[in-house]
C-alpha cells in the first residue's frame, strides 16, 4: 500500500518521463485505490502520461474509469485515442459501444483497429452494422480486427459480408473472415456452398476451408462435386473438408 500510495505522489512529478512510469506501475500493481488518480492523470498535458494513464486504467478494469476513458478517445494524440479504445475493451461496458461505434472513423488506423476489437469484446449487438461496414476499411488491420469482433458477436447479418472479405486482398483479413464464418457455424453452410461456384478461386478455397471446420454433412455432395475443380490447392482443401466430414457421418 504504501509503494502505491508513493507511485500515486509520483504522478505529479515534474518530468514526464517519471509521470509516464508510475501510471504504467500503477496499472500492474492492480489497486483500486489508483483508479481516481489515474483518472486525474488522463489530463495531464504530457501525451505519454494520458497514454500511460489509459492503459493503467484498462489493466485495472474498473467501471469508474469508464466516462473519462470515452472524453479520451477524442484526444488530440492518436496514440491515447487507441490506448483509451484498448481499455474500454478491456473493461467492457456497454456504455462505450456508441463512442467507440463513433471511433470506427477516426482518421488513425491503430485508433479505429483497436476499437473494432474493444466492440467485439463487449459484445453488443449494435455494434454490428458499423463493423460490416469496417470490413471495407483502406487499413488491412481494421479489416482484420472488425472480422474478428464480428466473429465473436456471431450475428447472422455479417455473413454475406464476411464472406465478401474472403476475397481480400490481405491473408490475413481473409484468414479472420474465415474464423469468423466458422463460429456462425452451420448456419451459413448453404451461403459457404454457394461461395464454393465463385469465380475466385481464393474464395474457393476459404469456403472449403471453412466447410472443413464447421463439419456440416449436408455440404457433402457440394464438396464431392467440387473435386473436379482445376485449382490444386482447392482439392487438397475440399480432400480435408472431406475427411473432417466423413469422421462425424
Not at 508510475?22 to 489515474?38: H, Y
Not at 469484446?121 to 480486427?145: F, H, Y
Not at 476451408?209 to 449436408?218: E, F, I, T
Request: glycine share 4%.
Amino acid at each position: 500500500m504504501e509503494e502505491v500510495q508513493k507511485l500515486i505522489q509520483n504522478l505529479r512529478d515534474k518530468n514526464p518521463c517519471v509521470r509516464s512510469g508510475a501510471a504504467w506501475a500503477l496499472g500492474a500493481a492492480k489497486d483500486s485505490c489508483a483508479v481516481e488518480p489515474l483518472i486525474e492523470a488522463l489530463k495531464d498535458a504530457h501525451w505519454d502520461v494520458r497514454r500511460g494513464a489509459a492503459m493503467a486504467l484498462g489493466m485495472l478494469k474498473d467501471a469508474r474509469a469508464v466516462d473519462a476513458l470515452i472524453a479520451a478517445l477524442k484526444d488530440e494524440d492518436w496514440d491515447v485515442r487507441w490506448s483509451a479504445a484498448w481499455a474500454l475493451g478491456a473493461i467492457k461496458d456497454a456504455r462505450a459501444v456508441e463512442p467507440l461505434i463513433a471511433a470506427l472513423k477516426d482518421e488513425h488506423a491503430w485508433v479505429r483497429c483497436y476499437a473494432a476489437e474493444a466492440l467485439g469484446k463487449i459484445g453488443d449487438a449494435r455494434a454490428v452494422d458499423a463493423l460490416i461496414n469496417a470490413l471495407q476499411d483502406e487499413d488491412a488491420a481494421v479489416r482484420r480486427s472488425a472480422a474478428w469482433a464480428l466473429g465473436t458477436l456471431k450475428d447472422i447479418r455479417s455473413v454475406e459480408s464476411l464472406i465478401a472479405v474472403l476475397r481480400d486482398e490481405d491473408p490475413d483479413a481473409r484468414e479472420r473472415a474465415a474464423w469468423a464464418l466458422v463460429k456462425l457455424g452451420s448456419r451459413i453452410v448453404e451461403m459457404l456452398m454457394t461461395a464454393m461456384r465463385h469465380s475466385d478461386p481464393t474464395v474457393r478455397q476459404s469456403a472449403a476451408y471453412v466447410l472443413r471446420a464447421v463439419k456440416d454433412a449436408n455440404s457433402f455432395e457440394s464438396l464431392m462435386s467440387a473435386l473436379r475443380d482445376n485449382d490444386s490447392e482447392l482439392r487438397d482443401r475440399i480432400a480435408e473438408a472431406l475427411n473432417a466430414i466423413a469422421q462425424i457421418r
